[in-house]
């Protein structure tokens, strides 16, 4: 399936800087309260799995509120809503509001799912004199299923902005547990087609809930960052230092990229465009490299 470039859906083009989305749960008021506190680029109001079952009523009311608490320092809004089809459209009722910047969609396993639920926002935002297509989709794929279809739920729709596996019901579906061996294909292969598709790929390879070692975490999210992802998601608001540091460009990145601009700049005087720069040759992909670390340094 083809991305739908449909003119009656105002695609939003400018992609968001997430480098942490922190997860909270929706139906507890004192974790809402300080979200906006914790210094993460988004926080996740969760009608999903955080939510007991008797309790998801009480969290999708008080999603006014809870979104206008997590904005009060421009921090993106973000909802996770339920999977089934009749708590989703309650989810979607609830969360299809000024303020929520995009919605986490669970266990998405097809581009027409993507689609289904893109309708119901669009006729949502009509109804209510939201701007259309302003919100936008964070597929989370979970099972591996989805693996097969990864390139047509990236480009299923122009409401999506990003990808991200979940590791821990992704390594349940398949029968195993979430380390480093299982999950690094799955993360790589949403990688690839979230880059392709031009949306922000978003993990780690291991699992969301170590959070009690950061030395460990530290490592992933930087060993996550030289393989191409743009941020994660946190479980813990100790992880969201540890990932706005990992998914931000160092100071000696930072040197390197201004020296290889300025060495760019010196050899096109002379009409070259491969040049020897601290005993390496750059070439134009190194030019551009250098260009993502500074643009990405501006927005940090």
Not at 190 to 211: H, K, Q, Y
């Amino acid at each position: 399936m083809t991305k739908n470039t449909s003119p009656a859906v105002e695609s939003a083009t400018s992609v968001p800087r997430w480098r942490s989305l922190l997860f909270v749960p929706a139906h507890v008021p004192r974790f809402v309260d300080t979200a906006h506190e914790r210094g993460a680029d988004g926080v996740i109001l969760d009608l999903e799995d955080s939510v007991p079952q008797d309790q998801k009523g009480a969290a999708r009311r008080q999603l006014p509120v809870s979104v206008a608490k997590v904005r009060r320092k421009s921090t993106s809004v973000l909802v996770r809503v339920n999977r089934g089809l009749r708590v989703l459209m309650a989810d979607l009722d609830a969360a299809v509001v000024a303020g929520v910047d995009a919605l986490v969609l669970p266990k998405t396993e097809s581009a027409d799912w993507v689609s289904e639920i893109a309708t119901a926002v669009s006729d949502l935002e009509r109804e209510r004199n939201l701007p259309l297509g302003h919100i936008r989709f964070l597929a989370l794929i979970e099972t591996p299923g989805a693996l097969q279809r990864l390139g047509a739920i990236a480009s299923a729709h122009p409401r999506m902005v990003a990808m991200a596996l979940g590791p821990e019901d992704f390594s349940a579906a398949v029968g195993g547990v979430p380390e480093f061996d299982l999950l690094l294909t799955p993360n790589l292969s949403v990688l690839f087609a979230a880059r392709a598709a031009g949306l922000l790929p978003l993990g780690f390879i291991g699992s969301i809930g170590e959070f009690s070692d950061a030395q460990k975490l530290r490592k992933a999210a930087a060993h996550a960052r030289r393989l191409g992802f743009a941020g994660a998601l946190a479980i813990h608001p100790t992880q969201v230092a540890i990932f706005n540091e990992a998914f931000s460009p160092s100071a000696q990145e930072i040197d390197w990229a201004q020296g290889v601009l300025a060495a760019e700049e010196d050899a096109a005087t002379r009409g070259l465009s491969a040049f020897s720069f601290d005993g390496k040759m750059i070439d134009p992909p190194v030019v551009r490299r250098a260009r993502e670390i500074l643009a990405l340094a501006s927005n940090s």
